[in-house]
């Protein structure tokens, strides 16, 4: 990679940082006419798409011929920054210590740069894609108010419909205990399926705890019991495609979590919760004054399916877990994601290769991620092929990363900022070539 372009690239983020996207209210108006003026100096044709004109995103797109099109998706908004908690001001943009530091540089300032200066730099050396290549950098991410890519995909599909897209949401480096390094990469996402228990008891005076019937003592028995059930293990595409990159085999279920343990205790985690739905109650409510006994106490379960699962699939399940000697009433609140791609594609071999070339020995492993990203919309209104992978190296440990990410001192190594224009452009060359 050249000097030139890693000074583009730590610039063109530097200059990102600095324009505040805060969201809510977002403004990223601001970071799409920039982008802008960057990308037409070098010669993609770029649009600005706004629902309203202070939260526009920008499309770009170098045309290309018949062939399947590519999208470099990212977005431009960032959570809240509490300047008293940073050692340096959070929209400073100061590159210190090889990094650069600022609100955004991991989530996901640094992978909009960098998607952008992949895209620019294949324009000025006349790269002719077989497909289209396009560059995204939506508005309202982090909170999804339906300004960003929801809305872009229902109300402009024609801009942003693509076969294949890389997105944010992988790309952490993981060693193994015997050093192989393994590159995890984001093919499909739980589906977040939160839902409420409604216990019902009869109140009375909390002195006389005889003459009631404490809804909240109820609950608790039903707490428990969710919380000891384990769904009968299972294996989807993405934990075989992460097991066969880790122990070059599928072992059953529970000794697949058992021998990752041995390799990396992390690894091994991650795993254990791919293998089934997961159900954490995090809310409960109950009586609000001391010397009453509730009538009704509610829980809140923060509930993952795996992709394919469906609250009305899981439902049954749920209930016979719960048993039928205290009445209760369950209720679903609003789903979200639950979409995967498929592995056999031209862009996750494009990734393998990347990886293989890029640190030779390491390899490439899908994951299912456990929350919601964009990825979902495009999944679900053009079948696109979608991975998160953008990758973050040995400067910073993934564990490191994770910790600033929504954080105080957030920060990029440049480094990883390079290696990200090298595999962006990597993944452009060979998926339209
Ligand atoms: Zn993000």
């Avoid at 939506?138 to 109300?155: H, I």
């Avoid at 990159?245 to 985690?269: F, I, K, Q, W, Y």
């Avoid at 639950?338 to 031209?346: E, K």
């Amino acid at each position: 990679m050249s000097e030139t372009l890693r000074d583009e690239v730590t610039d063109l983020l530097q200059r990102l940082i600095r324009v505040d996207t805060t969201n809510p209210p977002g403004n990223e108006t601001a970071a799409a006419e920039l982008l802008r003026e960057y990308l037409q100096a070098n010669g993609v044709a770029c649009d600005l798409i706004a629902k309203v004109p202070e939260r526009a995103n920008l499309v770009a797109r170098i045309p290309g011929g018949e062939g399947p099109s590519l999208l470099f998706l990212s977005h431009t908004d960032v959570v809240l920054a509490d300047a008293g908690e940073w050692s340096l001001p959070p929209f400073s943009g100061e590159v210190r210590d090889g990094e650069v530091w600022g609100r955004g540089a991991l989530d996901m300032k640094g992978q909009v740069a960098a998607s952008a200066v992949a895209i620019a730099s294949l324009a000025r050396e006349g790269f002719r894609p077989s497909g289209d290549l396009l560059f995204a950098a939506t508005a309202d991410e982090e909170v999804g108010d339906d300004f960003g890519l929801s809305w872009l995909c229902r109300e402009h599909p024609a801009a942003v419909h693509c076969d294949f897209a890389i997105n944010e949401g992988g790309g952490d480096r993981l060693v193994l205990a015997d050093g192989t390094a393994i590159y995890e990469a984001t093919a499909a996402e739980k589906k977040t399926a939160p839902f409420r228990i409604h216990v019902r008891g009869r109140s009375g005076h909390a002195s006389m705890p005889g003459i009631a019937d404490n809804a909240l003592v109820k609950a608790a028995r039903l707490i428990e019991r969710l919380a000891a059930f384990q769904p009968e293990p299972q294996l989807g595409p993405e934990v075989e495609g992460f097991l066969r990159a880790l122990l070059g085999e599928v072992p059953p279920p529970l000794e697949a979590v058992e021998r990752t343990r041995a390799l990396s205790a992390a690894a091994a985690d991650f795993v254990e919760a791919l293998l089934g739905a997961t159900f954490s109650p995090t809310i409960i409510s109950a009586s609000s004054k001391r010397n009453v006994i509730p009538a009704v106490c509610v829980i809140e379960v923060d509930c993952r399916l795996l992709p394919g699962q469906h609250p009305e699939h899981i439902e049954p399940l749920i209930r016979a877990v719960l048993g039928g000697d205290i009445e209760y009433e369950l209720e679903w609140l609003e789903p979200e994601g639950g979409t995967r791609s498929p592995l056999d594609t031209p862009l996750w071999r494009a990734l393998e290769e990347w990886v293989a070339a890029t640190e030779p020995g390491a390899r490439a492993a899908p994951l299912c991620g456990a929350g919601f990203t964009d990825s979902h919309w495009l999944r679900e209104a053009f079948g696109t092929v979608a991975y998160g992978f953008f990758p973050i190296t040995g400067d910073m440990s993934p564990e490191e990363a994770a910790l600033l990410v929504h954080s105080a001192d957030e920060r990029v190594p440049v480094s990883d900022l390079v290696l990200g224009v090298d595999w962006l452009r990597h993944a452009a060359r060979s998926v339209l070539a």
